[in-house]
């Protein structure tokens, strides 16, 4: 189980290796995603809160990666937050997740993105429930729910 010291770990010397890179140019990306989730996963945007659908949803399944398809979390470790944005305890593979230091708007944040391609998913914060106390804080269009269970 991954831990906020393992977090500012990854964030400071460097990330676990991904399963496999899936690398796209800009018009690549585009002609596969929506304009709303090219902006979020690609440009490092936000959605607003409250406004994505998988905040809400609880459906058994995997949360993938909009980008490639890599899976990000499983529904049994999502959580209700109260913050308006899917939430999550720990990542479904130590090393699905990419960390990075993020000092945008006046804040110190650790940015999560997917290891695989390097989409933008939001942020990870110590403020979570035990056992792992961590909050990934992800935006709705970063991911799509696959509800197909092998």
Request: hydrophobic share 30%; glycine share 8%; with cysteine.
């Amino acid at each position: 189980m991954l831990t906020w010291k393992d977090i500012i770990n990854f964030s400071v010397k460097g990330n676990l290796t991904p399963d496999s890179r899936v690398e796209k140019t800009e018009t690549e990306w585009k002609a596969l995603l929506t304009e709303e989730q090219f902006r979020i996963s690609r440009l490092k945007g936000t959605e607003r809160a409250h406004s994505g659908d998988l905040c809400t949803a609880y459906e058994e399944g995997k949360y993938n990666c909009v980008c490639c398809n890599t899976p990000l979390f499983d529904s049994t470790i999502k959580f209700s937050s109260g913050t308006g944005w899917p939430s999550f305890t720990q990542p479904i593979k130590n090393n699905a997740i990419k960390y990075e230091k993020d000092i945008s708007y006046g804040m110190v944040r650790v940015e999560v993105m997917c290891n695989t391609c390097d989409g933008h998913l939001g942020h990870v914060f110590p403020d979570g429930p035990e056992p792992s106390g961590l909050r990934y804080c992800v935006n709705s269009e970063s991911m799509i729910l696959d509800t197909e269970i092998a």
